[in-house]
C-alpha cells in the first residue's frame, strides 16, 4: 500500500474545497447571466385602453357611441366612417352642448375631443343618410362606422396629448385568414 503524504493530503483538501467553491458560485453566476440577456422580436402589449362601439340604427340614422370598457386607463377616441359612392350622409353631434365631436378634414376621422375617462361614454354622434336614389334598398344600406383609441399621454409641462401613430386593437387572425384552422 503506497503511503500519503502530507503535501498530498493538503493537495487533496485544497482541490476538494475549491470544488466546492466553485459548485456554489455556479448559481450566482447562472442568475448574472439569465438577468442580462437580450431577446429579439414582438409581441403586442395592452396598455389597458380598450373600447367598445354602440351603434343603433332607427329612420335611416345611425346614432353612435363609444365606451372606454378599461377599469382603470383613460383614453382619447375616433372614429371613421365609410359608405357607398352617391350617399349623401350628414353628421350631427348629439353631445351635450353639442360640440364634442370635430371633423379633421386631413384624414377624414371624427374626433371626440374630450378625454374619455374609465367606464365613460362619449356623446352620441348621428350619421344620417339622405336623399337616397329611388332604387335604393333602404333595408340594406351598410354605414361602416371603424373607432379606434389611444391611451392619455402627458407632455413635459403635464398637457394631455393623443398619440395617433400608437392605436392598439384587439386584432387576431382567425382561421380561413391566411392560417389553417390547427393553426399552423
Same mark, same amino acid.
Given at each position: 500500500?503506497?503511503?500519503?503524504?502530507?503535501?498530498?493530503?493538503?493537495?487533496?483538501?485544497?482541490?476538494?474545497?475549491? &470544488?466546492?467553491?466553485?459548485?456554489?458560485?455556479? +448559481? =450566482?453566476?447562472?442568475?448574472?447571466?439569465? %438577468? *442580462?440577456?437580450?431577446?429579439? @422580436?414582438?409581441?403586442?402589449?395592452?396598455?389597458?385602453?380598450?373600447?367598445?362601439?354602440?351603434?343603433?340604427?332607427?329612420?335611416?340614422?345611425?346614432?353612435?357611441?363609444?365606451?372606454?370598457?378599461?377599469?382603470?386607463?383613460?383614453?382619447?377616441?375616433?372614429?371613421?366612417?365609410?359608405?357607398?359612392? &352617391?350617399?349623401?350622409?350628414?353628421?350631427?353631434? +348629439? =353631445?351635450?352642448?353639442?360640440?364634442?365631436? %370635430? *371633423?379633421?378634414?386631413?384624414? @377624414?376621422?371624427?374626433?371626440?375631443?374630450?378625454?374619455?375617462?374609465?367606464?365613460?361614454?362619449?356623446?352620441?354622434?348621428?350619421?344620417?343618410?339622405?336623399?337616397?336614389?329611388?332604387?335604393?334598398?333602404?333595408?340594406?344600406?351598410?354605414?361602416?362606422?371603424?373607432?379606434?383609441?389611444?391611451?392619455?399621454?402627458?407632455?413635459?409641462?403635464?398637457?394631455?396629448?393623443?398619440d395617433w401613430s400608437t392605436v392598439y386593437t384587439d386584432y387576431q387572425k382567425e382561421a380561413g385568414q391566411g392560417e389553417e384552422a390547427d393553426?399552423?
Amino acid at each position: 500500500m503506497k503511503k500519503i503524504t502530507r503535501n498530498q493530503k493538503v493537495l487533496a483538501m485544497s482541490l476538494a474545497a475549491l &470544488g466546492m467553491l466553485s459548485a456554489l458560485s455556479i +448559481k =450566482s453566476a447562472s442568475a448574472y447571466f439569465t %438577468t *442580462y440577456v437580450s431577446a429579439g @422580436g414582438s409581441h403586442v402589449v395592452n396598455l389597458g385602453s380598450q373600447t367598445e362601439i354602440r351603434e343603433d340604427v332607427s329612420d335611416m340614422t345611425k346614432h353612435v357611441s363609444i365606451t372606454n370598457t378599461s377599469q382603470t386607463n383613460d383614453c382619447f377616441v375616433r372614429v371613421k366612417v365609410f359608405y357607398g359612392e &352617391g350617399l349623401k350622409i350628414s353628421f350631427q353631434d +348629439k =353631445s351635450e352642448g353639442g360640440n364634442l365631436w %370635430t *371633423y379633421n378634414e386631413q384624414d @377624414g376621422y371624427w374626433y371626440y375631443e374630450p378625454i374619455l375617462p374609465a367606464g365613460e361614454s362619449t356623446g352620441i354622434l348621428d350619421i344620417k343618410i339622405g336623399d337616397l336614389p329611388e332604387e335604393f334598398d333602404k333595408e340594406s344600406f351598410n354605414v361602416v362606422v371603424v373607432q379606434e383609441c389611444t391611451p392619455v399621454i402627458y407632455d413635459q409641462n403635464g398637457n394631455a396629448a393623443a398619440d395617433w401613430s400608437t392605436v392598439y386593437t384587439d386584432y387576431q387572425k382567425e382561421a380561413g385568414q391566411g392560417e389553417e384552422a390547427d393553426g399552423k
